[in-house]
């Protein structure tokens, strides 16, 4: 069963910047990052295709943090990153790492990943 385990949240002003970091346990096709703030759904950031190749390293970003998050991965440490830039207090949220073993087409919901982290906060003070 893959494990994910994320880190490099926290509290910042607005303005603000923080990179989280997912470690996976084994190598998957396609990882995402969700978020969910108190009383709302869990909603999709971004996500990554792993490796290289026609479908690798594609990446795909929900609008409210196009221009300002950007995912990445090393595949060699079965890592991926959520660099977070221009933080405001509406990216207040518990932040997951999520893992599939196929490949993605698109920012997916919930239901397309098995694998789940336990989440990291990120909180954003104005």
């Known amino acids: 069963l893959m494990q994910l385990v994320e880190s490099g949240g926290g509290s910042v002003q607005a303005g603000g910047s923080l990179r989280l970091s997912c470690a996976a346990s084994e190598y998957s096709y396609c990882m995402a990052w969700f978020r969910q703030a108190p009383e709302k759904e869990r909603e999709g950031v971004a996500s990554i295709n792993i490796g290289r190749g026609t479908r690798g390293n594609l990446t795909w970003y929900d609008d409210s943090v196009k221009g300002r998050f950007t995912i990445s991965q090393d595949t060699a440490k079965r890592m991926v990153y959520l660099q977070m830039n221009g933080l405001k207090p509406d990216d207040t949220a518990m932040y997951y790492c999520?893992?599939?073993?196929?490949?993605?087409?698109?920012?997916?919901?919930?239901?397309?990943?098995?694998?789940w982290g336990q989440g990291t906060q990120v909180t954003v003070s104005s």
């Open positions: 999520a893992a599939r073993r196929q490949y993605c087409s698109a920012l997916h919901g919930t239901d397309s990943y098995p694998y």
